[in-house]
């Protein structure tokens, strides 16, 4: 598990990651401005023998994006293509961050039903990882997709749904970039609607205890616990029949920049420079945020800003292991001589259709870990990896883990499907690159 993962080529200028783990350096880049444009830079990149590659805002901690050959930024296809009222759906070009379509979406009087907690994510980048938040009976972005575009290895445009072509649908949703470049997706909406978030510190032994009644009285829980202590912070979001009562701008201030992202950066700074200090950050870190209530649209409650930069490893566990694998992860960080200043995510999930879904088939609890970057975490992921393994996880496919080809396809009961849908689709490996080649096999 290296700290930088590098390709080479010479040509175009080199291409990071948001958490600096990658760094790739294609041979050339593409720009398309629409869907003509986008299925001529592959058939070119085709025909000039080169693999193709696209590239989101690199919120990926793997480098599931990363190519030596063609790297496509679709940071010209954004916006929205359509809003079917009857339907109650929208068709947005594949390179819209989740921040513009929310807030265009928001100005129609409508909403996503459910999200993760960042939104700077191009769509296609958030839809083909499997980006998720938390919820009860609300799955993740990419089960809200209706519908897909997709441009093929031959330069074909493929249209995908329920109805047409529901083999690709099943599994492109979900496609890790490896059945064909998207280009645009249709979402469900619905009518925009109020969130009453409730954010609550709470001890570790009682969450646990009361983990499964907490996930089946609220639509959408999560919690944070910070490691060296016994502390959680929890928030519970549920509909509101309103009024909207927003964060005070101060307040909201004090919470979300000088806290959140100001003050713990400094901790997480500090935590560095001093491993041996970082069991008291942590002890007065989740001390510092306080009880607080308030309403308001989703994308307001549901996503964060995320300022302090950090790698990642996140498995899906199904969800009745979540308790145990939890205090195992408390124990062997006890016990160990680990220093480790992030808190640990926990959300939920219920079970989805899409083939290669970290929620395929089973209802779910995510368990994430994060280091602040430029602290060695190897030896943390490697012992959280080992931990969730033994419970049958499944490791979020943006963010850093070691498992290969032959563990997902005793992981996944569908990958059969997906790997012959590959065959079928790219059967010269044109979206091939090292890190699919480890986790779907030649």
């Known amino acids: 598990m290296s700290s930088v993962i590098r390709t080479r080529s010479s040509g175009s200028s080199p291409w990071r990651n948001w958490a600096g783990t990658v760094v790739s350096r294609p041979a050339r880049q593409a720009r398309p401005a629409s869907v003509q444009e986008l299925a001529d830079a592959v058939r070119s990149a085709v025909a000039d023998g080169l693999r193709i590659k696209t590239v989101g805002t690199g919120h990926s901690f793997t480098a599931i994006a990363a190519t030596d050959g063609l790297l496509i930024r679709p940071d010209l296809m954004t916006g929205i ?59 993740s972005i990419a089960a809200q997709i209706k519908g897909l575009e997709l441009v093929t290895a031959d330069g074909s445009v493929l249209t995908c ?16 970039g490896a059945l064909g470049v998207v280009s645009a997706i249709t979402f469900a909406v619905e009518p925009v609607f109020l969130l009453t978030a ?12 009361d983990f499964d009644a907490l996930h089946a009285e609220n639509e959408h829980f999560e919690f944070y616990w910070f490691p060296h202590t016994g502390n ?22 004090i919470e ?27 002890r ?11 309403t308001d649209i989703p994308y307001k409650v549901f996503t964060s800003p995320r300022r302090v930069r950090f790698v990642e490893m996140e498995y899906a566990l199904p969800r009745e292991a979540a308790v145990t694998a939890l205090r195992e992860l ?29 929620a395929s088939g089973r209802e779910t609890a995510y368990i994430a870990v994060h280091m602040y970057r430029g602290t060695p975490y190897r030896s943390y992921f490697t012992a959280v990896e080992s931990i969730m393994t033994a419970h049958g996880g499944r490791p979020h496919w943006g963010k850093i883990h070691t498992r290969d080809a032959r563990y997902f396809a005793e992981a996944y009961p569908r990958f059969g499907e997906f790997t012959a849908l590959r065959d079928h689709l790219d059967p010269d490996r044109v979206f091939q690159n090292p890190y699919l080649r480890r986790v779907l096999g030649d």
């Open 232 to 253: 959680c912070n929890t928030k519970r979001n549920n509909r509101s029949s309103g009024p909207a009562a927003p964060p005070g701008r101060v307040g909201g201030w």
């Open 284 to 294: 007065l870190s989740s001390r510092a945020l306080s009880a607080r209530t308030y």
């Open 330 to 358: 408390r124990a062997m960080i006890d016990r160990s001589p680990l220093r480790i200043g992030f808190p640990v995510e926990v959300r939920t999930a219920p079970a989805d259709d899409i083939t290669l879904s970290t």
């Open 161 to 176: 749904s329920e109805k047409e072509n529901p083999e690709v649908f099943a599994a492109a949703r979900i496609g890790l």
């Open 198 to 209: 409730r954010e609550e510190p709470m001890a570790f032994d009682r969450v646990l205890a």
């Open 81 to 139: 293509r359509r809003i079917d009222r009857s339907e109650m759906t929208v068709t947005v070009e594949s390179g819209t961050p989740l921040k513009r379509l929310n807030t265009a979406l928001a100005r129609e009087g409508l909403s996503l039903t459910n999200m993760g907690d960042i939104m700077e994510q191009t769509v296609a980048g958030a839809t083909s990882t499997g980006t998720h938040g938390t919820g009860r009976d609300s799955a």
């Open 256 to 282: 979300d920049e000088l806290l959140s992202n100001g003050a713990f950066q400094l901790a997480c700074s500090l935590g560095r420079a001093v491993p041996a200090a970082v069991p008291a950050i942590a």
